[in-house]
């Protein structure tokens, strides 16, 4: 059923590592895809050029966002749900937490040694082979869903308003000229817990301050979602 | 490609004990007899060497990785002189030097308490813990294992074992980990069997 | 990072807070430490969101889910309920409306965000004699968190456009060091808002029947073990975020006679509930290697318990881990010492093994380890310490 293609969509400000064009699903019902929290940070570009986290811009995004999302995903036929932290429950609550926190390092990983040449892991041989592993599953059974979708987006502004190609740093708030809008969208396989759909976003405009910003961005982030 | 640096400095926060600084490249470490930080080990899968460390150390040193830096990691510490720290980081000037400081006098549990202290320290973390400390075999000589624990501010349970032994009164050890989750489990076969047949060529 | 409101105050207890504003008592013109043109708190409140202070809720009700996830947070209903009980005994009204967060860190800090978010760091609990000290410093901080002072700064950074000190909020991860730095940079309260975080404090305390002469005791502790730090980077949170002078120890003293309320420590009742986690704090403790810190609170402790084998021992790790010129020689006249003591750990004696074992005794060393496997059957260092019995053998 997954027609298993590595598939690198080139041109534009995204880049997809795409192992699947189309999703599981049982006879005649759509996809199943629970969101996962959106791991989103806006910061602000000070005077003396350093970055620092807005907690407030932060929070607006994250909100613009969901929503973009919701919009998204209905023009593509696949049912979503929104994860919330209740519905763990205690024997899932652990394994649950991790796996967010283990898919963001396995995101930034993927970030860092599959797009950028320099830093490739030469053992993988170009592969795309990324995973959280199968306590994914824990996920499929809370929330009956066959994928997990993960939304990662860091960016930053000017104080004053963005005006033009905004600037992009780490958490040592170094600001580099021409910085961009950095974000992906990475769709997890709950069976195995195997990325199986990762696309990259990189741009220099976009304001996710505002709804039409979020809107662009969630356009960005899920092209090519598999059907 | 240099504005993706900025990133690589994050991600200097998600390695575990040996970080990566910014633009590090990797080598091909093919599955055969390898000659690194004064062992020789024979991996039976390819892993990837990091080229440039941000630790220090008067032992040899190098640091591996199957799947990432921040999945999983092999640490080889080759020949920590008596009397020197078992580790330092680049640049650090808070006091790391004394605390961990290794003597050749110390017993497998003083050496284990000692890298808890160092996980402790190159972490920023409170929770790193050793067990099941056992002797065994370590590079042809009378040495020990244990096995370990530790969360830090990515909040990301890793767990880890190590191989370790002082000869000539220096310490040789080697320590694999990864995440608790996935990545540990995916290559412990393989790092276990590398470091229990590992020679010393110190 | 504390908010404080008014709240639903009884008359009587409006008579207390409403004198003392100690911006009035400057003869200042406005209140500056509370934000002006805000209503009293009351209990249950809830700003609406789309004000700056229900901005401000909504991230930190962020922060605390990523805190709620935290694998440094402490699960331990029985701490939970001890520690509600505590801010109960304060304050009912604002009990209800807060969280309690322990959280496994080995440094004294105590937190309440504006959303009624309290941390309390697991250092702090090693560093507080008994519970009076204790609800010194969660009154306090419930004072900010009444009184609004984070709401009061964050309208203050904003019109100063001070964007590091608004962002700054919660965002270090709780119960790490790369959250210090932010938080000492941006923590901080004017010296009028301590002044009055102090004053509500002592109140509270007072009404609760706490010895309100415990807060001078335990902000005195905190500057002297500032002090008796020698290391270039000060990791004591709580007084990076709360300057402490003599004149603040004086006015403490002061004002804690002035309640007219004699009160209790309730040192006993503290002791007892620490116990039951004392041992692994104290290994978090020693995890640092920072020993001189380590020794000042180990003789602070021992002060308190006098003849407590646990401590002993603890103390003797210290001098063991640091192995200065002479330490060995005290390392092991302090265990020797802790294993007369009352409940002595069973690892004092895998210490004094390894002391004795590091010195050529062996004979003695086999001993020592046999008295800690017999003391601990199932010592999950078992299979080694039994290889150092073989050598000697």
Request: hydrophobic content about 40%; proline content about 4%.
């Amino acid at each position: 059923m997954i027609a298993a293609a590595l598939l690198i969509a080139l041109g534009g400000c995204t880049k997809t590592h795409q192992l699947t064009t189309t999703m599981n699903r049982t006879e005649g019902s759509q996809p199943q895809v629970v969101l996962m929290p959106l791991d989103v940070e806006l910061s602000v570009l000070g005077a003396s050029g350093g970055l620092e986290p807005r907690a407030d811009w932060t929070d607006t995004a994250k909100t613009y966002l969901l929503e973009a999302i919701r919009s998204e995903k209905a023009s593509k036929q696949i049912d979503m749900v929104v994860f919330q932290d209740e519905r763990a429950g205690a024997a899932y609550q652990d394994v649950v937490n991790q796996l967010i926190k283990l898919h963001g390092v396995v995101g930034n990983s993927i970030l860092i040694h599959q797009y950028i040449q320099e830093a490739a892991l030469p053992s993988k041989n170009g592969q795309f082979e990324w995973s959280v592993g199968p306590s994914a599953k824990a996920l499929k059974e809370i929330y009956k869903s066959d994928y997990a979708l993960f939304v990662w987006v860091r960016d930053s502004y000017s104080s004053g308003g963005r005006v033009a190609l905004m600037v992009i740093a780490a958490a040592a708030g170094v600001g580099v000229p021409g910085g961009q809008q950095l974000g992906f969208a990475s769709l997890v396989e709950l069976e195995t817990g195997n990325v199986v759909w990762f696309n990259r976003l990189a741009r220099g405009t976009g304001d996710l301050r505002n709804a039409d910003g979020a809107v662009s961005t969630a356009q960005y982030l899920l092209a090519q979602l598999p059907k | 490609m240099t504005r993706f640096a900025a990133s690589l400095r994050r991600l200097a926060a998600v390695a575990i004990v040996l970080g990566l600084s910014a633009c590090t490249a990797y080598s091909l470490v093919p599955p055969m007899a390898n000659d690194v930080a004064n062992f020789r080990v024979e991996p039976d899968i390819a892993w990837n060497k990091a080229n440039k460390l941000r630790v220090d150390s008067s032992a040899a040193l190098a640091s591996w990785t199957a799947d990432g830096p921040g999945l999983n990691n092999v640490i080889f510490i080759g020949g920590v002189k008596d009397g020197t720290p078992v580790l330092t980081v680049q640049g650090d000037t808070g006091g790391t030097k004394d605390a961990l400081v290794f003597r050749k006098d110390m017993s497998p549990s003083e050496i284990v308490e000692l890298w808890e202290a160092a996980i402790t320290k190159l972490n920023q973390t409170s929770i790193a813990k050793a067990s099941n400390i056992q002797p065994t075999q370590f590079g042809g000589m009378p040495g020990f294992k244990f096995e370990f624990s530790y969360t830090n501010k990515d909040e990301v349970e890793r767990s880890g074992l190590g191989y370790a032994a002082v000869k000539d009164g220096r310490l040789y050890m080697i320590f694999y980990s990864g995440t608790k989750l996935h990545h540990y489990g995916l290559r412990l076969a393989s790092a276990q069997k590398m470091m229990e047949t590992a020679q010393i060529r110190g | 990072m504390t908010t404080a409101d008014r709240g639903r105050v009884l008359p009587h207890r409006r008579g207390f807070l409403g004198g003392l504003c100690s911006c009035s008592l400057l003869g200042m013109a406005a209140c500056a430490t509370t934000p002006a043109n805000e209503p009293p708190m009351t209990s249950g409140y809830k700003p609406a969101a789309s004000t700056d202070e229900g901005g401000l809720w909504h991230v930190m009700n962020r922060v605390e889910g990523e805190i709620k996830r935290s694998r440094h947070l402490i699960r331990d209903p029985a701490w939970d309920a001890y520690l509600r009980d505590i801010t109960t005994r304060l304050s009912a009204d604002f009990s209800n409306d807060m969280r309690i967060y322990l959280m496994r860190t080995p440094y004294f800090n105590a937190s309440m965000a504006p959303n009624g978010m309290m941390q309390v760091w697991t250092g702090l609990l090693l560093r507080v004699d008994n519970e009076a000290e204790l609800a010194a410093v969660l009154g306090h901080e419930m004072g900010h968190y009444m009184q609004r002072h984070s709401l009061a700064k964050v309208r203050d950074a904003r019109a100063r456009a001070d964007f590091a000190t608004v962002l700054g909020l919660g965002l270090g991860a709780a119960g790490s060091l790369a959250g210090l730095a932010v938080m000492a940079g941006h923590f901080s309260f004017s010296r009028e808002q301590e002044r009055e975080a102090d004053d509500i404090g002592l109140q509270l305390m007072a009404k609760a029947g706490y010895a309100p002469m415990a807060a001078s005791e335990v902000w005195q502790q905190i500057m002297e073990e500032a002090k008796a730090d020698p290391s270039p980077k000060n990791d004591n949170v709580m007084f990076a975020t709360h300057p402490s002078s003599e004149e603040r120890m004086t006015t403490l003293r002061a004002k804690a006679a002035e309640t007219g309320v004699q009160g209790e420590p309730y040192a006993e009742r503290y002791r007892e509930k620490v116990r039951s986690i004392r041992f692994m704090l104290l290994e978090d403790e020693l995890r640092l290697r920072q020993y001189e810190r380590s020794l000042v609170l180990l003789q602070r402790l021992q002060k308190e318990t006098p003849g407590d084998g646990e401590l002993i021992y603890f103390e003797a790790e210290v001098y063991r881990l640091r192995a200065g010129q002479n330490d060995a020689k005290t390392a092991e006249e302090t265990y020797e010492r802790a294993v007369l003591a009352q409940n002595a750990p069973p690892q004092a004696w895998r210490s004094l093994g390894l002391i004795q074992r590091r010195d050529g005794r062996h004979e003695a060393a086999g001993q020592s380890f046999k008295k800690y496997l017999d003391l601990r059957p199932d010592a999950e260092d078992r299979a080694i310490i039994a290889s150092y019995m073989e050598k000697t053998s």
